[in-house]
């Protein structure tokens, strides 16, 4: 995410520069102070007021005096710098730590609830097996999980919580299909009422995955703005990010990239088709192949492959071949060449980087000039349920004025 400009006109003006609507202050105030925020997030090293002031284009004075408001607040936090020459010492700022989201996920087998400040550090966790019944018996108990987290949190800012679901989520809110989970329109937040005192956002959690990668702290970007990101466990999840921002599409299910078809006579996916990416890559399908457990897939298909067993190097050859027509398929439609690779791929990323390459440099029309780049995503197996985080957390440093009692009033 980028820094907002800070509004310092007195009104707004039409496309032949005659004043139109009238800023009001707070507007004026409320623009600020999101910048304000959003260059703090974004900064490596740690701004001073005066650095703000410089970069954003306001005065000292209003540069301090915002400041101030936020770190009372909570939302940003002073920190101590060694001072250099005379005159008083800086007092830069980083993002609050006593601000926390609370994010959620939902697996077909287990319940995850982890709590993340500002500066995008786990705070507390905890996990659960998937509880048997219908998803009102799941989400009931993924809101106990939650409050449980909760309870720890005293002295903190709980900010809301995201949920991260494997399915097709529209609107932030419902789950239109998770195939995986034999879930139809379910309104999440509602099953959710008293997790965190402000109704849930929900985002499907390949999306969520993905955000993380885009912005590995919330606010500050990552080594690549642009990028195709695949994750698998049981299921295989995709998302498309262009510019930093995850593209949901118009319904909500943009990126379903485990739904690609790769082979129309392929086997039948829980999803109705037949010959899906995840019936190859999926955690299922590649224990099936390799005969490993499915916990051994990750840690054993790459080495065991390597060391001459048949059956692993044909389902790693296979997983290579599948991966690369569904990634070609969307690297040639969307034009974007880069690719990470999540879960159990992120895992066999180094057995897979060369044939998979390979693979793609034959299928990419551009890859002659641009040859497809392709990397392991973090090594965290929770990251959806960060992600869930990072979007609530998202949303104090677009609006931060929401959290000031000031304004609030």
């Known amino acids: 995410m980028t820094a907002q400009q800070p509004a310092t ?3 707004q003006t039409s496309p032949r520069g005659r004043a139109t609507v009238a800023v009001r202050q707070s507007s004026l105030r409320e623009s600020n102070l999101a910048a304000l925020v959003a260059a703090v997030c974004a900064s490596e090293v740690p701004p001073s007021r ?5 970069s954003l284009g306001i005065t000292r004075a209003t540069a301090s005096r915002l400041a101030d408001e936020l770190v009372e607040a909570g939302l940003l936090d002073e920190v101590t710098r060694e001072q250099v020459g005379p005159g008083r ?3 830069p700022l980083v993002p609050g730590e006593r601000v926390v989201a609370l994010g ?3 697996d077909v087998d287990q319940l995850l609830v982890r709590a993340v400040d500002l500066r995008g550090r786990l705070v507390a966790e905890r996990a659960a097996p998937l509880p048997e ?10 809101a106990e999980l939650a409050r449980s987290v909760r309870q720890g949190l005293r002295g903190r800012i709980v900010v809301g919580s995201g949920v991260a679901v494997p399915g097709v989520v529209a609107d932030r809110r419902l ?3 998770a195939p995986n989970l034999g879930w139809s329109e379910v309104d999440v937040p509602a099953h959710l ?3 965190s005192g402000r109704r849930a956002v929900v985002g499907n959690e390949a999306d969520l995955a993905a955000v993380v990668e885009a912005e590995p702290v919330p606010g500050r970007a990552g080594p690549w703005s642009d990028f195709v990101h695949v994750t698998a466990r049981v299921g295989v999840g995709g998302a498309v990010v262009s510019g930093g921002q995850v593209v949901v599409g118009e319904h909500g299910a943009a990126g379903e990239l485990g739904h690609v078809c790769v082979d129309p006579h392929g086997p039948r996916c829980p999803c109705g088709s037949t010959g899906c990416l995840e019936r190859y890559a999926g955690l299922e399908a590649l224990a099936a192949a390799s005969g490993l457990a499915p916990e051994r897939v990750a840690t054993d298909l790459g080495v065991r492959a390597a060391e001459g067993d048949p059956r692993c190097a044909e389902a790693l050859a296979i997983l290579s071949w599948s991966l690369s027509i569904a990634l070609a398929s969307v690297v040639n439609v969307v034009g974007i060449s880069s690719v990470v690779l999540g879960g159990h791929l992120a895992q066999l990323e180094p057995f897979l980087h060369d044939d998979l390459a390979h693979r793609l440099q034959q299928r990419v029309l551009g890859s002659r ?3 497809v780049r392709l990397r392991p995503a973090l090594a965290d197996p929770g990251v959806a349920a960060t992600g869930a985080a990072f979007l609530v957390l998202e949303d104090v440093i677009t609006s931060p004025a929401t959290w000031l009692p000031t304004v609030r009033g």
């Not at 019944?133 to 993924?142: P, Q, W």
């Open 175 to 177: 789950l239109v299909r």
């Open 50 to 54: 005066a650095d703000l002031a410089a």
């Open 104 to 106: 959620l996920s939902v």
């Open 193 to 195: 009422p008293t997790v």
């Open 9 to 11: 006109a007195a009104g």
């Open 89 to 91: 010492p800086a007092r």
């Open 133 to 142: 019944g219908d998803a009102g018996a799941v989400l009931a108990g993924l």
């Open 369 to 371: 000039w641009d040859p």
